[in-house]
């Protein structure tokens, strides 16, 4: 499969009136997976990689609720490199993609929907062994 059909970048509705912007994301309808996890990034410091893994299990929406920071998607061949600055976009990653976010500006908070609650025997934090596992090894 495509690196493109693992990851997608997600508009979301804003709901927002004369009152400001509002944004609701509901597991299983705006975010394509059920909803185990959050957690959030933020006060990083810009010379900072964050991520630097893939996961056996978890999916991933990512969402830049303020400031801006990079992400690097990789299948172990093809490279893309995608830009957060929205809180009205979500980046969708699959499960067994390598990640790595950069970049951050001094005021960015990055928020984390996970598929599943933390286990941190399905990570692979090893880029070789990661490579290696794509290509059938
Ligand atoms: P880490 O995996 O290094 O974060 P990143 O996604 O930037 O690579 O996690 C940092 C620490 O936080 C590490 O001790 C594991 C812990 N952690 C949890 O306990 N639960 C979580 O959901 C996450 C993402 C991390």
């Avoid at 597991?27 to 056996?56: C, E, L, M, W």
């Amino acid at each position: 499969m495509a690196l493109k059909e693992k990851y997608a970048t997600i508009q979301f509705k804003n709901l927002g009136d004369g009152r400001g912007n509002l944004v609701a994301v509901e597991g299983g309808h705006d975010i394509p997976f059920d909803i185990q996890r959050v957690f959030y990034i933020f006060g990083t410091d810009n010379s900072v990689v964050r991520g630097q893994h893939a996961n056996k299990e978890s999916e991933f929406v990512l969402v830049c609720l303020a400031g801006q920071c990079k992400v690097r998607i990789t299948d172990g061949n093809d490279t893309d490199i995608v830009y957060l600055n929205s809180p009205s976009q979500g980046l969708y990653i699959n499960k067994m993609i390598w990640k790595d976010m950069f970049d951050f500006s001094e005021d960015s908070v990055l928020l984390v929907l996970a598929s599943t609650h933390y286990n941190a025997d399905e990570y692979i934090r090893d880029f070789d062994e990661y490579k290696n596992i794509m290509r059938g090894l």
